[in-house]
């Protein structure tokens, strides 16, 4: 089988799908939505889920030949010492906006409960006799009233889902770079890997996995997802 044609076919493919949620958030050029409604925003959310765990499956059979030596500890640099040049009181040097990275790793799943139990705050402390009530230094005091909770417009903050919008792009245009990222992730032992891990991808359907898909988007990662499972043998991820 031509790999490098299927990927070339699928980051095409995934190419115009990404350019295409973006156009529809309104993120292209500087007209960028801060906000989104809630609905708009899982859509989107889940369509970037699925094409994040495309790519990961392109990147992963993209490093399938890539073969490194394991890095040697590099030496640590002497500290350098302040220059006498005194620093005036409240100046900070300015840093740079860093570009965001896309992240190769799936998330692995959680077991366990799902939902945990929410604590209900009360207005009141649990008195259970009059002695104890009156040995609190603060019982003549009245209650302070409870902080009023944000009101929920149905909004949600889109910062994120830009930064993360940004790095799929991004690594979508380098799928050879990203390769070699992972290259030297997998040339560590597994011991100095972070995260600790056998595979970045997890064992089992990966994350926004359709049986029968329902959009392009599920197509392709159902296709990225055999390529990634017939590359290399089969992913046995047990960390």
């Not at 089988?1 to 799908?17: P, T």
């Not at 005036?88 to 692995?108: I, Q, T």
């Not at 197509?219 to 590359?231: F, G, P, Q, T, Y």
Request: hydrophobic share 35%; charged share 35%; proline share 9%.
């Amino acid at each position: 089988m031509n790999w490098d044609q299927a990927i070339e076919r699928n980051q095409a493919r995934l190419l115009v799908i990404v350019m295409r949620l973006i156009a529809e958030l309104g993120q292209a050029g500087d007209d960028a939505v801060e906000r989104l409604s809630r609905p708009v925003y899982r859509y989107a959310l889940r369509q970037l889920r699925k094409a994040e765990s495309a790519v990961r499956r392109l990147i992963y059979v993209a490093a399938r030949n890539i073969v490194l030596e394991p890095e040697e500890a590099r030496p640590s640099k002497p500290r350098q010492k302040p220059s006498g040049k005194p620093k005036a009181e409240g100046e900070a040097r300015p840093r740079k906006p860093r570009r965001p990275s896309f992240n190769l790793f799936d998330r692995m799943r959680r077991f366990g409960r799902r939902f945990k139990k929410k604590k209900v705050r009360r207005a009141e402390p649990n008195i259970y006799s009059l002695e104890a009530f009156l040995r609190r230094p603060h019982a003549s005091a009245a209650a302070a009233p409870l902080e009023q909770d944000a009101v929920d417009d149905g909004m949600v903050d889109t910062r994120t889902l830009i930064r993360r919008c940004i790095a799929l792009t991004e690594a979508l245009a380098d799928i050879p770079g990203q390769a070699m990222r992972l290259a030297r992730w997998q040339a560590r032992p597994k011991e100095e890997r972070r995260p600790e891990r056998w595979s970045p991808l997890r064992s089992g359907k990966p994350p926004g996995y359709r049986e029968r898909p329902k959009h392009e988007i599920d197509e392709i990662l159902k296709d990225c997802d055999w390529l990634a499972r017939n590359v290399m043998p089969p992913l046995d991820d047990t960390s």
